[in-house]
């Protein structure tokens, strides 16, 4: 799939959304952002996440902020197993300490890349959960990352 636009809705299971806050806060518990992504198969106007990814990354704490860097062995091993397993990289997701906001090195360096895809930021380190007021969602335009509303995440069921 070459692009995620006409994606409408993100459709993904309550297993795949508790695994996802389980990996934030277990890291921001230590004080330290991680990025969850999501990949899945697009049926229609819907992408269906069925897989939650937590690649190898390396986080840190500078005098500018946290930051988390994926590494180009670790996505090549993801880009392996999304082409065996049929699936798409959707979304990525990641917590910050205090409010959720897309920063310049959010902008600047995201790992979903393709045009449609969906950056979700989650507040307090998601100890508050995942999606709940507060977070921030955005998809990836030619403008580049534009902010979108958070009910383009739905919960299966």
């Not at 409408?8 to 952002?33: C, D, M, W």
């Not at 699936?87 to 917590?95: C, F, I, P």
Request: glycine share 8%; with cysteine; aromatic share 8%.
């Amino acid at each position: 799939m070459n692009s995620l636009q006409g994606v409408a809705r993100f459709i993904v299971s309550p297993e795949q959304l508790a695994r996802t806050q389980r990996a934030l806060r277990k890291a921001g518990r230590a004080g330290y952002e991680l990025f969850v992504l999501w990949s899945g198969i697009a049926m229609e106007e819907e992408i269906h996440v069925r897989t939650c990814h937590v690649p190898y990354q390396t986080s840190s704490k500078t005098r500018s902020g946290l930051l988390v860097r994926v590494e180009g062995q670790a996505l090549h091993e993801l880009n392996i197993w999304l082409y065996e397993h049929g699936e798409t990289l959707a979304a990525q997701v990641h917590a910050h300490p205090t409010r959720a906001f897309h920063s310049d090195t959010d902008d600047t360096y995201p790992i979903v890349t393709t045009l449609g895809g969906l950056s979700l930021v989650v507040p307090d380190f998601a100890r508050r959960g995942v999606l709940v007021p507060g977070s921030a969602a955005y998809r990836l335009s030619p403008r580049g990352w534009d902010p979108v509303a958070l009910d383009v995440i739905q919960i299966a069921g």
